[in-house]
């Protein structure tokens, strides 16, 4: 087994650096050998596209679009789609590389593969947004297949934008192929319960590891830092098992109620009100970063990648 020296990072706010970080010292631990190293070091392919659009008034804008896809090994790669100003491509190859471990550690038979568009869907109409998720999958039309890889939704997009895309293959393919993608609609051909899938992972991966802390449900206090899909779900299923959820924060800020928030009134303001919590009566604004370093004994961070960094992990408190 041969000795895989760290690389210095250049830069740790690179979400790639970031995670290259993580995997050399798990390759330490696991002492693989230089040469698999070597093969999981680098993204399999790499895939960026321009996308014109025809906006609502009749201009045409160009967007750029990336699809990673970091491993075949174990099988086709799998991962989501994300509609997002701040996406570029070393974000995408770090969640490529990501799903590839995830995968990998829970023994299930696909690789890693990731993508986004550059854009901001909240300044977008539906048409917009539909026309630019079509451009994106007619240009992976050779990269995306049920047997090759197979994308989901992330940020920014959700059960409409994946029937947009498996539509758009279908038309391609002259016939429908309901298996090109994860995450659409109940009625095309969607699971069950994949909506809260994410959220019902954190919960459940909470609620053990506060069994083994020994903490009591009942008696513990919850951050939650994003509250969209995952967020939201994480915060309703904890918020049902006993835990006082105290903050939570979406794009528009963070917000606080000592006496805890309720969730699904918490989510249903924000669905009336175009996806934000902005002037939710029931709490109080706060700053975002604050939200990290509650006193709480559990703190969900289901927003972006690397929030949590080496200048604030020291500064987080049990209740």
């Known amino acids: 087994m041969a000795y895989i020296e760290p690389a210095p990072l250049l830069d740790k706010e690179n979400p790639f650096e970031a995670m290259m970080s993580r995997f050399q010292t798990a390759s330490q631990i696991l002492g693989l050998e230089e040469e698999i190293y070597n093969v999981l070091k680098s993204p399999a392919k790499q895939v960026i596209v321009s996308l014109p659009v025809t906006m609502d008034d009749g201009s045409i804008k160009v967007f750029e679009g990336y699809r990673v896809i970091h491993s075949t090994i174990l099988g086709p790669s799998k991962g989501g789609i ?43 109409s ?3 947004i ?103 779900w994480a915060a309703r299923l904890l918020a049902e098992r006993g835990l006082k959820v105290v903050a939570v924060s979406d794009i528009s800020g963070a917000y606080y109620n000592e006496n805890g928030i309720n969730i699904d009134a918490a989510i249903a303001y924000r669905d009336k009100n175009k996806g934000s919590l902005d002037g939710y009566a029931e709490v109080q604004k706060i700053n975002g970063a604050d939200l990290l370093t509650l006193p709480v004994d559990v703190l969900v961070p289901a927003a972006t990648e690397d929030v ?12």
């Open 82 to 124: 994300r509609f997002d100003p701040h996406v570029n491509l070393d974000e995408v190859k770090a969640l490529a590389a990501w799903m590839t471990w995830k995968c990998a550690v829970v023994d299930i038979p696909y690789g890693g593969g990731k993508g986004g568009v550059t854009c901001n869907p909240r300044e977008m």
């Open 126 to 128: 539906a048409g917009e």
């Open 130 to 232: 539909e026309r630019l998720m079509r451009s994106y999958t007619q240009a992976m039309m050779g990269v995306f297949g049920p047997d090759q890889d197979i994308p989901a939704p992330d940020m920014g997009t959700g059960p409409r934008e994946m029937a947009w895309l498996m539509d758009q293959y279908s038309r391609n393919k002259g016939m429908t192929v309901p298996a090109v993608v994860t995450g659409k609609p109940i009625v095309m051909g969607g699971s069950l319960g994949r909506t809260e899938a994410t959220g019902r992972g954190v919960m459940v991966s909470a609620l053990a590891a506060m069994e083994k802390l020994k903490i009591n449900p009942y008696k513990a206090t919850c951050a939650v830092q994003g509250f969209g899909n995952v967020g939201s």
């Open 308 to 319: 949590i960094t080496s200048s604030n992990a020291g500064k987080f408190k049990r209740s």
